[in-house]
Structures are given as C-alpha cells and as structure tokens.
C-alpha cells in the first residue's frame, strides 16, 4: 500500500505534475543584493542616492532605488505599441512599452521595453526606468514659471523644457 501513493503521481500522492504547493515566496520578496553597490546600500554604509549621483556609481540593480524612494516613486505608462517583424511562417507581434517614473522632485527615469506580453513588457520597462534614474536640474525662467533644464531648449512638451 506504501508504493500506490508514488504511482499516483509523484510524492504528494494523487496531484499529479506541475500541482504541488509552492514553496519560497516569503523568500522572494526579500532582496539578495547582487553588486557591492548594493551591498553597501543594504548594509546603510551609502545613506542616499546623492552620494551614488556625486561618484556616477552605475545602478545594476532596481531594488537600491525602492530602497531610497520606496512609495514615493510614481510611474506611468506612456504608451504601448505592437511591433511586428515578417518572418518565414508569417508575422511576429511583440508589444513595446514606454514607462517614466519620477518623484517629483527632481529625479526622472526612462524606460522601454519589448516583449511577447503586454504585462512582461510593462514590468521590464518599470526595472529598466529604475535603472536609468538620474537627478534633473530644475529652474524657473523670467517670462512664465516653466519648469525646465538647464540646457539649450528644444522642444516644449507640456510646459517642461527638454534639450
């Protein structure tokens, strides 16, 4: 009688495959640093993300941003689009997400990202906006109370100045 329960379908009796109980999420939501940047961040020796910007440290890991701005960090989604590429069995769709995350006070992130799900495609466009945060410059000008940077202007989009 011992033996029937492996014939059923593995250890767990008659689950059968791929319908055992998940084990480790507790685990996957705390962070493992990867780099020595992010070691230094989770051990509090970098106290801030100013001291990472003044020695242009590169930021490989998106957790040392949630660590400085946790929910205070606001994205948005700009626009997704299909992408198609014609190949031998026909074509290809992928979607391409464009996603800008921000604080407001001075620290903007880009990111985009293409990918067979729309969802897959969001979400690595939010890691990727992380990773490419960087502190803007902002001023006011004489003529109207514009926010814009600190370089040439060359466009005006939505009363900010972009170079």
């Keep these: 009688m011992a033996d029937d329960a492996g014939a059923a ?36 020796k970098i106290k801030s993300l100013e001291e990472i910007y003044l020695f242009s440290l590169p930021i490989k890991e998106s957790e040392i941003i949630d660590f400085f701005l946790g929910p205070s960090l606001n994205g948005e989604v700009l626009k997704i689009m299909p992408v198609q590429k014609q190949t031998r069995a026909g074509q290809r769709t992928r979607f391409k997400a464009f996603v800008a995350i921000g604080d407001y006070t001075g620290l903007v992130g880009l990111g985009v990202k293409c990918s067979k799900e ?46």
């Design 118 to 163: 729309v969802a897959t495609a969001i979400h690595g466009a939010i890691i990727l906006a992380k990773l490419s945060h960087v502190p803007v410059a902002t001023g006011e000008t004489r003529l109207a109370s514009l926010t814009q940077c600190p370089a040439r202007p060359l466009v005006v989009v939505d009363q900010f100045w972009c170079a």
């Design 9 to 44: 379908g593995g250890a767990g009796g008659r689950q059968g495959r791929g319908h055992g109980a998940r084990r480790g999420k507790a685990e996957d939501k705390k962070w493992v640093p990867v780099t020595k940047l992010g070691q230094q961040v989770k051990d509090m």
